[in-house]
């Protein structure tokens, strides 16, 4: 078991920067991929971005892509989502997802995920 539990939502002015935190616990050693994901009322959720667990490597959705940033702190378990530059069209509730299967690919779909915070409401106001 894995748990993830995301902090640092709020109300932000377009243009604006907010950082999410993701801390996760558990058997965190069977992660291999923490993911971050978006879901605004009545859409689908959303890829965003995605880190190996190790830290060296990520990869983000064009949408926030020079953007936002995904690191991880290894000392503290969090995953963190600096997003800067931020729209309108950015309001959702975003959440952290850890992937612990095998992989050729970044997973970039949610259901290639296995663990999920609850989510924190980001809203970005024009």
């Known amino acids: 078991q894995v748990q993830l539990v995301e902090s640092g939502g709020g109300l932000v002015q377009a243009g604006g920067s907010l950082r999410l935190s993701c801390a996760v616990s558990?058997?965190?050693?069977?992660?291999?991929?923490m993911g971050w994901f978006r879901q605004a009322p009545g859409k689908e959720r959303e890829f965003v971005g995605v880190i190996s667990w190790s830290g060296e490597s990520t990869y983000y959705a064009d949408s926030v892509k020079g953007r936002f940033t995904i690191s991880r702190d290894g000392a503290k378990n969090t995953v963190d989502l600096q997003m800067n530059s931020l729209k309108p069209e950015d309001t959702a509730v975003y959440y952290c997802?850890?992937?612990?299967?095998?992989?050729?690919?970044?997973?970039?779909?949610?259901?290639?995920?296995?663990?999920w915070g609850q989510g924190t409401q980001v809203t970005v106001s024009s």
């Open positions: 558990g058997r965190t050693y069977i992660t291999i991929h």
């Open positions: 997802a850890a992937r612990y299967r095998s992989y050729n690919r970044w997973p970039v779909q949610a259901n290639e995920y296995d663990y």
